[in-house]
């Protein structure tokens, strides 16, 4: 669970230490005190999306830290090598240059590794939940995590997924006989063209090399030659070869004489032998330059062909052969397509049954589940004052597709005597409000998360209907820790730990502070919101009343 808060530099939030406790934790305040603030600030910790936009004015970075206890031996820990521990302590750093820094109990982890423990730890359900009731795209989703379908989902995706490729297939080698002809006739050409040239792998790489020589060969022979007079010598100078040789025999006879010039001489002699190497292998290079005009005429001209065949089918000589072998294989596909085609079409057919088999058994787990799923969300809105309520949830069946045969869609008809329709098109804000937390309370008893928030999720229930979402809330806060945004004096009176959240001006600055009530400040608070400002002996009564009840 939940344990402790600490906000720092988040919008009106300047420092914030709230403490959560078991059961029912309840936050109230006036409207933009800043009660969402909170709830933003535990989704950031949680790993959700954090703009630079909530950042305190003037502040580089804002903070979120939030130990949790109680926290199980989950899988998540291992598989990120962060030590586990029942004490858990995330902190979340976001910067205004974007940058993000999170870790899990000191450990450094990624924004999407932290959202994966997070939607472990805490649900969050807001009024734009509510809204999702509406959107039919979202009711299939709503039952198979009620009928625990992941596995069966994976099984069907992987078979699905076998299917899509096999009518891709299938599909690209289904053309008209026009069409065929086009392509053969083109696949023809383009080999035949290709193959007239007679190329090489590399080919174009080793004649642009001499081409290169060729060009400068009159450069090249020049240099050479003057290299070789600086080894050799010339006419009228000693080259270096012949000095070194001089030198090499005028030391050797003087370590003769001392040992002082032993090492002197053993120098001098590796490097005439290298030079003698090096004026060698100049002299071969100088031999071996033979080049003519022809030559190059005949490389420019061949360079000129593969230059045309890379405009179409490839940068290089490999990519052009390479393109050689794709155009034979398509050929030879196109040529026997119909042996090929009837093949796959076979194939198909057998992957296809096994896929429907697979969405056959993810249909008839939903059958079964839809209905345990609507008698508890019956029994779950009788519980919320709308016993006379009907809720089905509808099938149709589709063409296989991604999520099986199935569309499913939320029915219900909240009126006795009229028929069951679409949930968007009868439930009113205040049956919705309620419907969705009968949803909500079905699906939580199949998680293990401990903690559920509800932001302000009460809107448009008032009077009866707002005591029974209370003492819904107030039940199923005996089994997981709750914290519930509300305007309802009805909840707040139900209150396990009561927190108000206040906003006050301070040096021409918006502060808003987080405190935790006693039984006097409930009161007050309680009386408040029955009665606005104006608290009265009335009001004050009212909520002593209300809070003597709870």
């Given at each position: 669970m939940l344990n402790l808060l600490h906000i720092e530099n988040i919008a009106v939030i300047e420092h914030a230490d709230i403490t959560f406790d078991k059961g029912f934790n309840i936050l109230t305040g006036e409207t933009g005190a800043g009660k969402s603030i909170v709830i933003d600030a535990i989704s950031a910790v949680l790993g959700e999306r954090a703009y630079r936009d909530m950042i305190r004015t003037g502040e580089t970075k804002a903070s979120v830290r939030a130990v949790f206890t109680e926290v199980p031996e989950l899988s998540w820990f291992s598989e990120n090598g962060v030590e586990y521990d029942s004490e858990v302590?995330?902190?979340?750093?976001?910067?205004?240059?974007?940058?993000n820094v999170c870790r899990v109990n000191g450990i450094p982890v990624t924004v999407s590794i932290l959202r994966k423990l997070g939607i472990q730890l805490?649900?969050?359900?807001?009024?734009?939940?509510?809204?999702?009731?509406?959107?039919?795209?979202?009711?299939?989703?709503?039952?198979?995590a009620f009928a625990d379908n992941e596995t069966l989902r994976t099984d069907y995706s992987e078979k699905f997924a076998a299917v899509s490729q096999l009518r891709r297939e299938i599909d690209r080698m289904t053309m008209d006989e026009s069409e065929k002809l086009r392509r053969m006739e083109t696949l023809r050409y383009q080999i035949e063209e290709i193959e007239k040239?007679?190329?090489?792998?590399?080919?174009?790489?080793?004649?642009?090399?001499?081409?290169?020589?060729?060009q400068n060969a009159e450069k090249l022979s020049d240099g050479m030659y003057a290299a070789a007079v600086s080894l050799y010598g010339g006419d009228d100078t000693d080259g270096a070869a012949s000095l070194l040789v001089q030198a090499e025999r005028e030391l050797a006879?003087?370590?003769?004489?001392?040992?002082?010039f032993e090492q002197l001489h053993e120098r001098i002699a590796d490097l005439m032998y290298q030079v003698q190497d090096v004026a060698e292998e100049v002299r071969d290079a100088k031999?071996?330059?033979?080049?003519?005009?022809?030559?190059?005429?005949?490389?420019?001209?061949?360079?000129?062909?593969?230059?045309?065949l890379r405009r179409k089918y490839g940068a290089t000589c490999r990519d052009i052969l390479e393109y050689l072998e794709n155009a034979k294989r398509e050929l030879d596909e196109i040529e026997f397509a119909d042996d090929h085609l009837e093949r796959l079409k076979v194939k198909c057919v057998k992957v296809e049954k096994i896929a429907l088999e697979a969405a056959a058994e993810l249909h008839k787990n939903r059958e079964i589940a839809a209905k345990r799923m609507s008698q508890q969300i019956l029994s779950e809105l009788a519980q919320l004052d709308m016993p006379k309520v009907q809720f089905s949830c509808?099938?149709?069946?589709?063409?296989?597709?991604?999520?099986?045969?199935d569309a499913v869609a939320f029915y219900m008809s909240a009126n006795v005597g009229e028929a069951l329709k679409p949930l968007s098109k009868v439930a009113s804000g205040g049956e919705l409000a309620r419907i969705m937390l009968a949803m909500k309370n079905?699906?939580?008893?199949?998680?293990?998360?401990?903690?559920?928030?509800?932001?302000?999720?009460?809107?448009?229930?008032?009077?009866?209907?707002?005591?029974k979402v209370a003492q819904k809330l107030k039940a199923v806060a005996r089994h997981k820790q709750v914290l519930c945004v509300t305007h309802l004096p009805q909840l707040a009176a139900l209150a396990d730990t009561h927190l108000l959240i206040v906003k006050g001006e301070r040096e021409g600055r918006t502060y808003t502070t987080v405190t935790p009530l006693?039984?006097?400040?409930?009161?007050?608070?309680?009386?408040?919101?029955?009665?606005?400002?104006?608290i009265t002996e009335t009001t004050l009564k009212s909520a002593e009343e209300m809070l003597s009840f709870s």
């Open positions: 302590m995330i902190h979340r750093e976001v910067y205004l240059d974007g940058k805490i649900n969050i359900h807001g009024q734009h939940d509510s809204a999702s009731l509406f959107d039919e795209d979202n009711h299939l989703d709503f039952l198979d040239a007679g190329l090489k792998a590399g080919e174009d790489e080793e004649l642009e090399s001499r081409r290169k020589i060729l006879r003087l370590s003769r004489y001392t040992d002082a031999d071996s330059l033979s080049y003519s005009g022809d030559e190059l005429e005949q490389i420019e001209s061949r360079l000129d062909v593969i230059h045309r509808e099938f149709t069946e589709i063409p296989m597709g991604s999520n099986g045969v079905v699906l939580a008893e199949r998680d293990h998360v401990s903690t559920l928030i509800f932001d302000e999720v009460d809107t448009g229930v008032s009077g009866r209907a707002a005591q006693d039984t006097e400040g409930r009161k007050l608070e309680l009386a408040r919101i029955i009665g606005g400002a104006n």
